[in-house]
């Protein structure tokens, strides 16, 4: 069975760091790509960023180029995101998700239940 | 970056209503078009990939068409697990935009 179990939020100072990780089970990350969405108090969903399976792509939103790093440790079957640099802006709820790998393109097939990343002072 | 533009962003039905929700992309995106459910401080759950493929236990209620910069998302006979936020997403390439939601609530 696919699961996604992130974890690493938490209330954070502006201009400070956070990673989070996101442990996966039932499949292997050099098998499937993997996206970070984010979702803000109240608002829709945002695409921040994304890892292929073979780790050799890495995209990202505009919002974030620059500050996060999307990486994976395959022994570990755990995603990150590195967050540097954090705004205000930047708390929301971080869902990370799988890639469907088969449907066309690149979309999210499975997510986790996501971490709250808090910015204040 | 393509932007995704859905309408209605809220839709009032009752249950046994037919509901179409609609989503224009910016540029022609093909059918790399996915539709995602959310429902309330939960994870968004995949529907529908490819504009019309439904994911592997979605009710059959559900059904999504459309290409290049149009698509559509319909649910044919609305159950009251329906009531959520439905996102349209594009596949095409990177930013991997969302549309910005429609809320649809009960009547």
């Known amino acids: 069975q696919v699961q996604l179990v992130e974890s690493g939020g938490g209330v954070v100072q502006p201009g400070r760091s956070l990673r989070l990780s996101c442990a996966v089970s039932g499949f292997t990350l050099s098998s499937y790509g993997m996206h970070w969405v984010r979702q803000a108090p109240g608002k829709g969903l945002e695409w921040v960023a994304f890892i292929s399976y073979d780790g050799s792509n890495k995209y990202y939103g505009d919002s974030v180029k620059g500050r996060f790093t999307i990486s994976r440790d395959i022994s570990k079957n755990t995603l990150y995101l590195q967050m540097n640099s954090l705004r205000a802006e930047d708390m929301a709820v971080y869902y990370c998700a799988k890639d469907c790998g088969d449907c066309l393109g690149f979309g999210m097939d499975v997510w986790g239940q996501g971490t709250t990343v808090t910015v204040s002072s | 970056d393509i932007q995704m533009t859905q309408s209605p962003s809220s839709l009032s039905a009752s249950v046994g209503d037919r509901v179409t929700i609609t989503c224009r992309a910016s540029?022609?995106?093909?059918?790399?078009l996915n539709w995602h459910q959310q429902k309330p401080g939960k994870a968004p759950k995949l529907l529908i990939y490819?504009?019309?493929t439904l994911q592997s236990g979605v009710p059959s209620s559900f059904s999504g068409s459309g290409s290049g910069t149009d698509f559509t998302l319909t649910i044919s006979s609305l159950q009251p697990e329906d009531f959520a936020t439905y996102y349209c997403q594009q596949s095409y390439s990177p930013p991997y935009t969302f549309g910005q939601g429609t809320k649809l609530e009960i009547k």
């Open positions: 540029q022609s995106i093909s059918r790399y």
């Open positions: 490819a504009a019309s």
